[in-house]
């Protein structure tokens, strides 16, 4: 901490304090002052739960095994058939299984293997490190309501994983996200037709909805889901079902929605959708709705927003919203800016800063206010301090405040960058990045980029902010360095050029962020993979921030400037009509065409980022039907051109 900072004395009245050397540099975290104008508060605010929903057209049925008089064990479900295809998977671990189906209409049993049209072996999982299930497709199945048996001279446990051929859809989705240990969460579900749009099965064709329970200590629930107005579902009777639990504990909770219904046809059909929340155990408040601020200089001034934490030390995200009034019409409320960042706990603090050309570009004048101020943890982005408004008292401007503003420059955005996060390393380079529990992806083809290193955290599951702060770390080797991602490490690598300063503001060059495979947006796989690894255990582990929800509450967070400094490619496998196509057979289940095996092209995409184009022929890793998508020579020569140093 700087002798300037040491020796800023803030009056006990007052709630806010200077940022000009920010205490998150205390713990070398280097943050950045973050701030942009209102037309950026829609892509900033809170994430409203509807815009993460689940849409599920599958159903993730858990296989316990049971004795059965014959000594052997079994286990036996009611499985649809819904149009002329069917698909499912078997997870079945270290088990030998034999599975048969039967007949709805003759009630013949046969081997699965008499009537599967082909049978292939894959694995599932975000990573290489993923559990490995037998895929079974059928062509022309009657249709109706078969039995499937499983049965193992062995007790365990295992999944089956089916995939529906008709047009339902579940949508479930949480009430609200607040996450924190002692709250409830709900959770709502309804099922629609792909054919009608927004129009909702009746509760009438819902046989049975239901919520399963995995939390962190392994306990299991279950417990019926309503549709009559008194579970946070609406009105009664419209098609949207709720249920509740509490946070009673730390950890990741896993709660899967089960629906069982007919269809305007009369065919049966399963759904289930899987979620995966966080529930964290911090604990702070705000210690009053007043905000006060000091001048720092004639372009800053400093805010200290006051909170009691349960912990003593750690930093979090913090946003808030300054609004003033209008010279013309006291009684009109004018936008300002946003501010916010990553800000550390100082002395029961946390500290934001305010560029007064913000004021100036906006022509308010006082009295100000802060409006939806929330603070959230950094590594899921669970809200854990709110407040819809806060008084502000700021000191008197600079004439900075008043003079017009010609253009918005990068210390409005960021702040002005302190001397003890001034880079100490040498030269520039280009840093390859890989993504969650990877191996060396782009080891093979180094070669193809000039004057680069590989970042290796190998078969690790990180945070997107524990991420972006390792390679900060790493990259503190050169002065400057662009960065070319793959997968999660695309997320991370906008992560630290959003919240931190690095090598990354030294870089001069067409493209600072390039990343291809990136789920910027979330993927499916996320909440089956928690699911199954509550089993078997998957990979490195589970990772919220990967999820449509949890990808959606840290894109909330990501200025528009920044996504702007990330260019993405997205990929996917070569369509042929004639034969049924994927990179992975075992995920192609979950995921919507057009998809990598785990990023889908919807969900791989960056608002406000640089789209750089789709291409086919390309899978997310090595392993899956068509070559890895970070073994493309002709877009790695594209992005060793263009990336910046």
């Not at 490995?132 to 199945?141: G, H, K, M, Q, V």
């Not at 059909?269 to 964290?280: A, M, Y």
């Not at 709110?386 to 008197?396: E, G, I, N, Q, S």
């Not at 793959?486 to 931190?500: D, I």
Request: proline content about 4%; aromatic content about 8%; some cysteine.
């Amino acid at each position: 901490m700087s002798k300037y900072h040491r020796s800023f004395k803030w009056a006990p009245a007052l709630l806010l304090s200077a940022p000009m050397i920010c205490s998150a540099q205390s713990a070398n975290i280097a943050a950045k002052q973050l701030a942009g104008g209102p037309e950026e508060f829609a892509a900033m605010a809170a994430v409203d739960p509807i815009q993460a929903a689940t849409h599920s057209k599958s159903a993730l049925l858990a296989v316990d095994l049971q004795k059965s008089a014959g000594g052997h064990y079994r286990w036996q479900t009611d499985l649809p058939v819904e149009g002329a295809k069917l698909r499912f998977l078997a997870f079945s671990g270290d088990q030998s299984w034999n599975l048969s189906l039967q007949d709805p209409v003759s009630k013949r049993v046969q081997p699965i293997e008499q009537l599967a049209l082909s049978k292939q072996r894959g694995n599932f999982g975000l990573s290489d490190q993923g559990v490995p299930a037998d895929a079974y497709s059928f062509e022309n199945l009657p249709h109706g309501t078969w039995k499937l048996a499983v049965e193992s001279r062995t007790a365990g446990r295992g999944f089956v994983l089916v995939e529906g051929e008709g047009n339902e859809r579940l949508m479930s989705q949480q009430v609200a996200l607040n996450q924190q240990v002692g709250q409830r969460i709900g959770m709502l579900a309804s099922v629609y037709d792909l054919d009608k749009g927004t129009e909702l099965l009746s509760a009438g064709a819902l046989r049975q909805v239901s919520l399963k329970l995995t939390r962190p200590d392994g306990s299991v629930s279950s417990q019926p889901m309503f549709d009559d107005g008194l579970h946070q579902d609406g009105k009664a009777a419209d098609g949207v079902f709720g249920a509740d639990f509490l946070a009673d504990q730390a950890g990741d909770f896993n709660a899967q929605v089960f629906v069982r219904g007919s269809n305007s046809k009369g065919l049966e059909f399963i759904r289930t959708s899987e979620h995966l929340i966080p529930v964290i155990s911090d604990q702070l408040s705000l210690h009053s709705q007043a905000a006060m601020a000091k001048l720092i200089s004639s372009n800053r001034v400093g805010l200290r927003l006051g909170v009691t934490a349960s912990k003593a030390s750690g930093h979090y995200r913090s946003y808030a919203e300054v609004w003033g009034t209008s010279s013309r019409d006291a009684k009109t409320r004018i936008p300002v800016a946003w501010i916010g960042g990553m800000t550390e706990l100082d002395q029961g603090g946390l500290e934001l800063g305010l560029d007064t050309r913000w004021i100036a570009k906006s022509g308010a004048v006082g009295p100000f206010e802060l409006r939806n101020v929330r603070i959230e943890d950094p590594d899921h982005f669970i809200t854990v301090a709110r407040a819809d408004k806060m008084a502000l008292a700021l000191p008197a401007l600079p004439k900075s405040a008043r003079t017009p503003v010609r253009e918005v420059n990068d210390e409005m955005r960021m702040g002005p960058r302190p001397a003890s996060a001034q880079a100490k390393g040498v030269g520039s380079r280009l840093l390859l990045v890989h993504g969650y529990c990877s191996g060396n992806v782009w080891g093979g083809v180094a070669g193809q980029f000039s004057s680069a290193s590989i970042f290796q955290d190998l078969n690790q599951n990180r945070s997107h902010d524990a991420f972006a702060r390792l390679i900060q770390s790493y990259g503190n080797t050169w002065n400057s360095y662009g960065i070319v991602a793959h997968s999660q490490g695309g997320a991370a690598s906008l992560h630290l050029y959003n919240y931190y300063w690095s090598g990354l503001d030294n870089a001069t060059g067409s493209r600072l962020i390039q990343s291809v495979g990136t789920p910027y947006r979330g993927t499916a796989l996320a909440g089956n993979a928690a699911a199954l690894g509550n089993v078997f255990g998957v990979g490195c582990g589970t990772n919220s921030n990967m999820t449509y929800s949890g990808a959606s509450s840290w894109l909330a967070g990501i200025s528009t400037a920044s996504r702007a400094k990330a260019n993405f490619y997205t990929t996917s496998f070569t369509d042929r009509a004639w034969v049924w196509d994927y990179c992975n057979v075992v995920t192609d289940v979950l995921l919507s065409d057009p998809e990598d095996g785990t990023t889908e092209q919807t969900y791989g995409q960056l608002p406000s980022g640089v789209n750089r184009g789709h291409k086919t022929g390309w899978c997310h890793t090595s392993g899956m039907r068509d070559p890895a998508q970070t073994t493309d020579s002709s877009r790695n020569s594209t992005m060793n051109s263009n990336a910046a140093r």
